[in-house]
């Protein structure tokens, strides 16, 4: 959708019907004043008038002149109960002038039927009342300029006339004034008018701004900029139109929650904007791909929610309908996307839940289609996954490990192991520090059944705090006997909270731990986050004799030249690449072109994951100078890492 810019609207946006309706709207605020002055000064005409004028012709000129009154009150009664801007503007227009004009002949016929060719005085009443209602109204119908000019001609040339046919040296005087004075009139209707119609499209041009901006706002709450797709907010109000519609036409419908998997790494080792290019790409699939009566929205930087109306008559049914759908979209969003000349491949997950489910509302029924897409992107081998009983489960479990953790800290239920790091000599140059959580009911939990959870809730910067205090005291207590370093995993979390430094520093001071023995284990796509503050980050804890390694390496998309610009000492590979690496020759090709960029950027290279003598003989064989694994030692605690140690 293209917004227009508020400030390109101009007058001559304004159309005539606008103006128009304006104009209308105006004269019809302005009508009971005029029928007010209209019942008070035919009541006095009539009234003064009694003695000197026929009975009759007074009387049915009251009533006619006070019956068209009643004509235009209830005129202007049916208009305002069509709304403010009612329809067929030009039509009221039109019944406006008649009307009007016709109230002009009415006091016109004062001029023919009400004129006392007998009394002067009583000539000079008639032409102020009637001059009165002329100034009226240029007063009250400027904003039209054919009914007033047709009220002041019709209402006031029968007393010039009857001034002319008379024969009386006054009365010319009289038809000049009264000429003078009509087109003194006629003149100040015309200025009116203009400064009225300047005024309206003013007031026009600056609602309309007022609109678009409103639109603008509202666009932007509702929409996603680089897509021009529904945002999360508007989903949830099209889901419960769409779970009200199901439920009473007695349908199924599905929501698909799709996930373009490791986003944040192409967004940081390619750039934010390739990365949105690629959302949009996607976005584009995902639309011409789908059923008019379906909705598309994109919920996160790289999720997708996609609603399908009416799939099945019951829950039962739909099932395989569903699932057909989904494996379709993931087949359709998996296939190559060429950005800016480059072949791009991505994966996603897809989680699915069906509606109407009782007492389940929109949000309940995304966040199960978003646990369903978690389950399938963990699964890894599952790409579509639609929600079930078990998986309500773990939402539970999630929920109860949630908790757990929150506390876990104040009863001191985490405690750090130590994995060697070993060089090519057999000595322990490094031993890095692995979390585990001594859960009360569950017993020892691995970093893998919790640490998500710590991420996503933000609690992992609270913990990620007390691992490096634990692991800078520890350090403290090694320097006296091993010049062995410690190594920490910083999570994205903990590396992105902004005291991120500030907090190391007062760790270090407090604990006593030099610095020079510690090595920080960052993850590819941490690093490459785009702009400085990574890599001011970075060399401030290099300033300070902090090693860096990356951790996991070979599962992003960094280059040479971003790798480059880091002040990075060691890469850890990735495990995946490391096991059966003598047996795999794709493996073997990719930890060779890791070890080219290795020796390009002059950094260690560090094996970890070794289980196997094979594993450990093929890197003892390449260019790798360090060896971490299960085969050399698998995580122990403090007490004896110390103790081995000692030894
Ligand atoms: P990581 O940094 O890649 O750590 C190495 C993981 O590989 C550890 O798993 C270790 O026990 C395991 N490992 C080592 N040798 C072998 C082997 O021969 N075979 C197999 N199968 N596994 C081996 P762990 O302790 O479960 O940690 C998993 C991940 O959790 C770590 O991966 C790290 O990313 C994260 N983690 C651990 N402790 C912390 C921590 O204190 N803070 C943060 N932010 N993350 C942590
Ligand atoms: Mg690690």
Redesign the pocket.
């Known amino acids: 959708m293209v917004m227009q810019s508020p400030t390109n609207i101009k007058s001559d946006d304004i159309t005539s019907d606008q103006i128009r309706a304006e104009q209308v709207r105006i004269t019809f605020s302005s009508v009971p004043a005029s029928l007010l002055a209209i019942i008070i000064n035919s009541s006095l005409l009539v009234v003064l008038l009694w003695n000197e004028i026929d009975h009759s012709h007074l009387l049915i000129w009251f009533l006619l002149t006070n019956g068209l009154s009643v004509v235009r009150w209830q005129l202007c009664q049916q208009y305002k109960q069509s709304g403010q801007y009612p329809a067929h503007e030009r039509n009221w227009y039109r019944l406006l002038v008649i009307t009007i004009a016709l109230s002009g002949i009415t006091w016109g016929a004062v001029g023919i039927w009400l004129f006392s060719q007998s009394s002067v005085l009583h000539q000079v009443f008639l032409v102020f009342v009637v001059g009165g209602m002329c100034a009226g109204g240029v007063a009250t119908l400027s904003a039209i300029l054919n009914a007033g000019r047709s009220f002041l001609v019709f209402a006031a040339t029968p007393i010039i006339i009857q001034f002319m046919l008379s024969s009386h040296e006054v009365a010319n005087y009289m038809m000049i004034m009264s000429v003078l004075f009509l087109g003194m009139l006629l003149a100040s209707l015309n200025r009116l008018n203009k400064t009225i119609t300047a005024t309206i499209v003013e007031a026009l041009v600056s609602r309309r701004q007022q609109e678009i901006v409103e639109r603008e706002i509202r666009y932007q709450a509702e929409y996603d900029e680089s897509t021009g797709l529904p945002n999360r907010r508007r989903l949830q109000e099209i889901l419960i139109e769409e779970i009200a519609r199901a439920s009473i036409s007695d349908s199924v419908g599905a929501i698909l929650f799709i996930d373009v998997d490791r986003f944040k790494t192409i967004n940081y080792g390619l750039g934010h904007m390739i990365g949105e290019d690629l959302i949009v790409q996607v976005g584009k699939r995902l639309t011409s791909h789908m059923a008019a009566a379906d909705t598309i929205s994109r919920t996160g930087s790289n999720e997708f929610v996609v609603i399908l109306s009416d799939i099945a008559a019951n829950l039962r049914l739909a099932n395989l309908p569903v699932k057909d759908i989904a494996i379709e979209y993931h087949k359709l969003l998996d296939s190559p996307y060429v950005i800016q000349g480059h072949e791009f491949h991505i994966t996603t997950s897809i989680g699915v839940t069906l509606f109407p489910i009782e007492n389940m509302d929109a949000g309940e029924l995304i966040q199960y289609a978003e646990i369903a897409m978690y389950e399938a992107r963990k699964d890894g081998k599952t790409d579509v996954l639609l929600f079930s009983e078990e998986m309500y489960d773990s939402v539970s479990q999630r929920r109860v490990v949630e908790k757990e953790l929150q506390l876990a800290l104040d009863k001191y239920e985490f405690e750090?192991?130590f994995?060697p790091q070993y060089d090519r000599n057999n000595e322990v140059i490094a031993s890095?520090?692995?979390?585990r959580w001594n859960h009360p009911a569950r017993g020892l939990l691995?970093?893998?059944q919790f640490?998500e959870i710590a991420e996503q809730t933000g609690l992992?910067v609270a913990i990620?705090q007390w691992?490096l205090r634990t692991a800078c005291e520890y350090q403290a207590m090694l320097e006296p006997v091993s010049d062995q370093k410690i190594s920490?995993?910083?999570?994205p979390r903990?590396f992105g909270n902004v005291r991120f430094n500030e907090m190391l520093n007062d760790i270090i001071e407090q604990t006593n731990a030099n610095p020079k023995q510690l090595k920080f284990?960052f993850t590819e796509a941490m690093l490459l986050e785009p702009g400085e503050r990574a890599s001011d980050k970075l060399n401030q804890l290099k300033t300070q004799g902090i090693e860096i390694s990356i951790?996991?390496f070979g599962t992003g998309y960094s280059s040479f030249a971003q790798l480059n610009r880091l002040p990075v000492d060691e890469i850890?590979l990735d495990?995946r690449f490391v096991s059966g690496i003598d047996s795999s020759t794709e493996n073997a090709a990719i930890v060779e072109s890791i070890v080219l960029i290795a020796q390009h950027l002059k950094v260690r290279l560090v094996a970890?994951?070794?289980?196997t003598e094979a594993e450990l003989n093929y890197f003892k064989g390449s260019y790798c100078q360090d060896f971490?694994?299960?085969?050399l030692q698998q995580?122990v605690t403090f007490t004896e890492l110390l103790a081995s140690t000692l030894k």
Do not use: T
């Open positions: 750090l192991y994995q890095e520090a692995l979390l691995l970093p893998d640490l992992i990620g691992v920490v995993n910083i999570s903990q284990e951790d996991r850890k495990r970890q994951g070794i289980e971490q694994g299960n085969l995580p």
